[in-house]
């Protein structure tokens, strides 16, 4: 949230120069606030996992934040009850006609399927495509990243020879960035995925800026210079047990997975890992929803995508 000052304080150029956002007294009198509407496209196959931890990290604010999930309609997922989804979640059809103010849409284990194999591919073309008119800021996550790269910019991922899992050391590209607001210089996060994009491929896109990468793990974040569109390739939102709980499931399929680096103490699974990404995950989301979500929304919501 902002801090509101008096009128003309000279403190308020200082902070306006390091991004910090102060709200004059003027502009706090005539201020319009209503709560923000965040619609969630949640294509994990642990639905109420995915829920849980991004429930988590966005519920971590002062401000009020409406929440919709959203489910794909031209695909049925088959490892969550139908009831749940029934009870909890809607369909592209029933709020195409809205505006939100934020949209964050999820990995899914599908990197070994391309894209246009993928059984929601067109209905999710159709979801991205219209979130440019209909949402005020996407957040795409993992594989919807990946996604993302790929269709609207044609940027096409490639492959690790072995699966990278762990927690990795990331450096902070843009430390003025009000995205990295309490962030330290450099952040540790989980990843679990087997692709990954060229530094090189975000840069020969001027649409595209790259906040944040790790000499490991590779390009991390990354956002539009017009900060409608927010890719992130780390799970800053996962758990504690969350990669142990992959890697036993891995182990449980005969895949001999190597162990997540950087993990479990003394590269030992028997021990409980510790976490040092918990504060990472949640200033990254709160950053997101309070600068780009609320921040710069308009009031009115209907007039998103008007620009």
């Given at each position: 949230?902002?801090?509101?000052?008096?009128?003309?304080?000279?403190?308020?150029?200082?902070?306006?120069?390091?991004?910090?956002?102060?709200?004059?007294?003027?502009?706090?009198?005539?201020?319009?606030?209503?709560?923000?509407?965040?619609?969630?496209?949640?294509?994990?196959?642990?639905?109420?996992?995915?829920?849980?931890?991004?429930?988590?990290?966005?519920?971590?604010?002062?401000?009020?934040?409406?929440?919709?999930?959203?489910?794909?309609?031209?695909?049925?997922?088959?490892?969550?009850?139908?009831?749940?989804?029934?009870?909890?979640?809607?369909?592209?059809?029933?709020?195409?006609?809205?505006?939100?103010?934020?949209?964050i849409i999820t990995g899914a284990p599908l990197e070994h399927v391309a894209y246009e194999d993928v059984a929601y591919w067109d209905e999710l073309c159709t979801i991205m495509k219209w979130s440019e008119s209909h949402v005020h800021c996407t957040y795409y996550l993992c594989w919807g990243a990946f996604a993302a790269f790929y269709y609207f910019y044609g940027l096409?991922?490639?492959?690790?020879?072995?699966?990278?899992?762990?927690?990795?050391?990331?450096?902070?590209?843009?430390?003025?960035?009000?995205?990295?607001?309490?962030?330290?210089?450099?952040?540790?996060?989980?990843?679990?995925?087997?692709?990954?994009?060229?530094?090189?491929?975000?840069?020969?896109?001027?649409?595209?800026?790259?906040?944040?990468?790790?000499?490991?793990?590779?390009?991390?974040?990354?956002?539009?210079?017009?900060?409608?569109?927010?890719?992130?390739?780390?799970?800053?939102?996962?758990?504690?047990?969350?990669?142990?709980?992959?890697?036993?499931?891995?182990?449980?399929?005969?895949?001999?997975?190597?162990?997540?680096?950087?993990?479990?103490?003394?590269?030992?699974?028997?021990?409980?890992?510790?976490?040092?990404?918990?504060?990472?995950?949640?200033?990254?989301?709160?950053?997101?929803?309070?600068?780009?979500?609320?921040?710069?929304?308009?009031?009115?919501?209907?007039?998103?995508?008007?620009?």
């Open positions: 949230m902002p801090i509101k000052i008096q009128d003309s304080l000279p403190a308020q150029a200082i902070l306006e120069n390091e991004n910090i956002f102060v709200m004059t007294e003027f502009r706090a009198m005539h201020q319009d606030i209503r709560p923000l509407n965040v619609l969630i496209l949640n294509l994990m196959p642990t639905k109420e996992v995915t829920e849980t931890q991004l429930l988590r990290k966005l519920s971590n604010s002062p401000l009020q934040v409406n929440i919709e999930l959203l489910q794909t309609a031209s695909y049925t997922p088959t490892h969550v009850d139908s009831t749940h989804l029934d009870s909890f979640y809607t369909t592209f059809d029933k709020v195409k006609a809205r505006k939100f103010d934020g949209m096409m991922h490639e492959f690790y020879d072995e699966k990278l899992s762990g927690i990795y050391k990331h450096r902070v590209l843009k430390p003025t960035s009000p995205l990295f607001r309490g962030f330290d210089d450099e952040f540790y996060a989980p990843h679990s995925r087997e692709i990954y994009i060229t530094k090189e491929q975000i840069l020969s896109v001027p649409e595209l800026e790259l906040m944040a990468e790790s000499d490991e793990a590779g390009v991390t974040i990354v956002k539009t210079v017009d900060s409608r569109k927010f890719f992130v390739t780390c799970h800053a939102e996962y758990d504690s047990d969350t990669l142990a709980n992959e890697y036993k499931r891995d182990i449980d399929k005969g895949i001999a997975p190597n162990i997540p680096k950087n993990y479990f103490p003394d590269d030992d699974p028997s021990k409980a890992p510790v976490v040092n990404w918990r504060s990472t995950g949640q200033l990254l989301y709160t950053n997101w929803l309070n600068y780009y979500v609320y921040q710069s929304t308009p009031y009115d919501v209907e007039s998103i995508g008007d620009h």
